[in-house]
């Protein structure tokens, strides 16, 4: 499947960033307004399987979206060129399926920014009933915008104009019966196929203990979905970023710059 990539920069190595459930690749918007600074080489920001511009596809296991990324990354990969991967909160775990190179890239490093650990039965229950559910539709740009805001969990940090958002909401158009007329009248929903809800509990040891690369974890130092000692389970040297939330991309993109390079990921 074709995937949605923004891209940019110059030179071979390629840095991929990876949002998170429910968002877009523009949610990377911020921390791209200074690659120039910070990144000497091309960027590959992804809309991931069923969210913002990229199609859906039939099933959301972590495999399969990492398998579909695999193939967007190898298409524009560079031969002499070292693979980075920064992934925050789902694409973190997607970011670990690729660290094993059994999917046609592999990547120098992975870093994973306030990816969710632990999973509990009614976590996943609630995914699940949302993945069964028809798409919802909503009678305006508004309410729909306001419900992706939420589900994306940038309500409160951004608007419905910031370009963060991008590609996270489409209009309906109204379906149509056999005399041409509307059965239904249009509006507008959100971009993302509610069947990506259903990616399952990842499998995090079974991830790190495959990884064939660097790998190297953080959160936002308040991040409500993660424990510095839940990361420290995967990763011993997981850090605490002198960011509050989840969001630390959009918060304090200055922040993720300075971790890539501690680790040797910034320019060169």
């Given at each position: 499947?074709?995937l949605f990539v923004?891209?940019?920069?110059?030179?071979?190595?390629?840095?991929?960033?990876?949002?998170?459930?429910?968002?877009?690749?523009?949610?990377?918007?911020?921390?791209?307004?200074?690659?120039?600074?910070?990144?000497?080489?091309?960027?590959?920001?992804?809309?991931?399987?069923?969210?913002?511009?990229?199609?859906?596809?039939?099933?959301?296991?972590?495999?399969?979206?990492?398998?579909?990324?695999?193939?967007?990354?190898?298409?524009r990969a560079a031969?002499?060129?070292?693979?980075?991967?920064?992934?925050?909160?789902?694409?973190?775990?997607?970011?670990?399926?690729?660290?094993?190179?059994?999917?046609?890239?592999?990547?120098?490093?992975?870093?994973?920014?306030?990816?969710?650990?632990?999973?509990?039965?009614?976590?996943?229950?609630?995914?699940?009933?949302?993945?069964?559910?028809?798409?919802?539709?909503?009678?305006?740009?508004?309410?729909?915008?306001?419900?992706?805001?939420?589900?994306?969990?940038?309500?409160?940090?951004?608007?419905?104009?910031?370009?963060?958002?991008?590609?996270?909401?489409?209009?309906?158009?109204?379906?149509?019966?056999?005399?041409?007329?509307?059965?239904?009248?249009?509006?507008?929903?959100?971009?993302?196929?509610?069947?990506?809800?259903?990616?399952?509990?990842?499998?995090?040891?079974?991830?790190?203990?495959?990884?064939?690369?660097?790998?190297?974890?953080?959160?936002?130092?308040?991040?409500?979905?993660?424990?510095?000692?839940?990361?420290?389970?995967?990763?011993?040297?997981?850090?605490?970023?002198?960011?509050?939330?989840?969001?630390?991309?959009?918060?304090?993109p200055g922040v993720?710059?300075?971790?890539?390079?501690?680790?040797?990921?910034?320019?060169?």
């Open positions: 499947m074709t923004e891209q940019g920069g110059h030179g071979p190595d390629l840095l991929v960033l990876l949002h998170g459930l429910g968002a877009t690749g523009a949610v990377w918007q911020p921390l791209l307004a200074s690659a120039d600074r910070h990144w000497r080489g091309r960027w590959l920001a992804v809309d991931l399987p069923g969210h913002g511009g990229s199609a859906p596809q039939t099933t959301y296991e972590i495999g399969d979206i990492a398998a579909s990324v695999a193939r967007a990354i190898s298409f031969a002499a060129g070292r693979i980075v991967v920064l992934g925050h909160s789902l694409g973190g775990a997607i970011g670990l399926a690729l660290a094993s190179g059994e999917r046609a890239v592999q990547p120098e490093r992975v870093f994973g920014v306030g990816t969710k650990v632990a999973w509990s039965e009614e976590d996943l229950q609630r995914l699940a009933t949302i993945a069964a559910q028809p798409r919802r539709r909503f009678a305006t740009e508004q309410e729909a915008w306001e419900r992706y805001l939420k589900v994306s969990g940038l309500a409160g940090q951004v608007d419905a104009h910031s370009a963060v958002v991008s590609r996270g909401v489409v209009r309906h158009a109204a379906d149509r019966g056999a005399s041409g007329t509307a059965s239904r009248v249009d509006g507008w929903c959100l971009a993302m196929d509610p069947r990506a809800n259903g990616v399952g509990r990842p499998p995090f040891a079974q991830l790190m203990a495959s990884a064939r690369c660097p790998v190297h974890l953080a959160r936002g130092r308040e991040d409500p979905l993660v424990t510095l000692d839940q990361l420290r389970s995967l990763d011993p040297t997981a850090v605490d970023l002198p960011a509050r939330g989840h969001n630390v991309m959009v918060e304090a993720l710059w300075e971790w890539l390079a501690a680790h040797g990921a910034g320019s060169l």
